[in-house]
């Protein structure tokens, strides 16, 4: 790759992160990619100069109590003021802003998703065009040896190194074929026309299984090694053994179980009980029981979030619930769990015990390297008030233990109850 390429590249990549907001951004909101990604639009009748010299500090309102909804109106489009106010901001700890890449859930720049990225974007970096995707789709979904899906993709590129494809590149070699030192060694001659070629595909193939067929062909390449590096000159008997010993390989890879995806993290404590905790105490009796739940819709990003509170002394409920913008259920859920958090603080109780239905929250609290950058702040903020409290575990549990909530979080959504503290 040439170094103009590699800069060219290098931009794309600089050039596509964003950044999420922290509690006192000095970001000219103009000029930025904050939302979502994108530089916001502004409202037609506000000025260049307004709009060039606008932070997005300005736009929150003080003691970190949200976005400033009267001031995004005066300034951006409808739909764009909708967005601003999905976007997460720290409640309780100050943060600074982040700089992120918005192609993972965590946040992180990865290797893959660099890749993936410029891949979709670049045509240098697309190896797999639209006419070709279908086929690489059903090769990489192939039940077979990754070391033959490698092989049959390279084999595709024309990016096995045959001595055609060496002299290419300069090496001063003959291009003859090793195995009948007939014509140039192209990988057409190699698998199609090249004698040990048709007579091992005439000999071993009927058509009927494709790993059969796979294993001809690595047999053949194998076959043509063993020349190049052993001096082995390929027969018949040797391209059969070979190939036997491929097939045989690909029974035993067969026989091995598809391994599952790993969980983000083992969980801690007895099986099926899934908890963070936080408190000065370990070990300790609830004061307070609080269901937590989201409701979302995509449509509107709109989110109905409650909890309902049972106070284990005085065998009393309290319900308590409200709207917000969200981008996604997970943000909603996150936001539920810390405004019932913020609400049994405020009424002075230390000793507390969360439900929730969603496992990803409770793992992202145990484990902070991992978390989503979505909810990232809710997080610690979240973290923020358990470590002050004396004992606060976050439980995960069924649907049907958080289904008040989860039906409460239903009826606000639906009836649009605001919350202002939220």
Known sequence: MSSKTESSEKKLLLTNSCWKIGSNSPLLAGKERWVHGQIPLFRDNVSLRTAATVSIASLLLPQQ??????????LFHSSTVRDIRTLEVPRLTNQVDLSIWPFTTSG??????????????????????PLNSKFFRILWGLRIMPKWKIFLWKLFHNGLATVANLSYRGLAISDSCPSCNVEPETSQHLFRFCSIATAACQDGYNGLRLPVFVAILWAIWQGR????????????PLIRSLQDKG????????????????????????PGFLFAHF????????????????????????????WVAEHVTTQTTEVQGGCIYAESPLVAEARACLGALIWAQSRGYCQILIYTDSDVLVRSLLHQDTQPISIAWTLNDIRSIGHQLQWCRILKVHRQQVQRAHDLANHVRLGHIPMDTM
Request: aromatic share 12%.
């Open 225 to 236: 090694n063993n020349k190049v590096f052993n001096g082995i000159a390929p027969d018949m």
């Open 65 to 74: 109590q949200g976005w400033n909804v009267s001031r995004l109106q005066s």
């Open 108 to 129: 992180h720049y990865t290797a893959k998703s660099g890749y993936y990225f410029l891949s979709r974007h670049t045509d240098i970096y697309n190896m797999t065009p």
């Open 247 to 270: 097939i045989q390989q690909h029974y035993t890879f067969l026989a091995n179980p598809i391994p599952l995806p790993r969980s983000l993290h083992v969980a801690p404590g007895p």
């Open 279 to 306: 408190g000065t105490a370990f070990c300790g009796v609830p004061q307070l029981h609080l269901q937590v739940d989201g409701s979302w819709k995509k449509s509107s990003l709109l989110a109905g979030i409650a």
